[in-house]
């Protein structure tokens, strides 16, 4: 599973030529899908108005949703100083779950803001998309 983090996701908006080419690249493939997490997107929309209403035009997109459950694991994630809500939120879904089994990769504008361990790709590294 492929993550944008809220700097993944301003970046693509804004026409972020190697986000842009893996968007297409997974529109055209079936069943492939970035994932955005609920918060994510709600702070990248409160940084700049329009940016959800051009992200979720694009038919690759999927919100991964802030329920109960992720609630009380972002909410433990906040006061153990792991980060704000939309990064947490961001690392929630990087975690295992029952629905996907594979290795999830985090998108990210600053792989710092993320603790060792989590998968995570800067999306200015030269190599993001074997380049």
Known sequence: MIILDTSAVKALVRGHKSLNLLAGNMAATAGERLSVPALCLMRAESEGQGISGSLLALSCVEVDPFDAVAAVSVGTMIRDGYG?????????????????????????GDENAYPPGVVTVDIDSPGMLGF
Request: aromatic content about 8%.
């Open 84 to 108: 704000g809500a939309d990064t947490c939120h961001a690392l929630y879904c990087a975690l295992p779950r029952a629905e996907f089994t594979g290795m999830s990769i985090l998108l990210t």
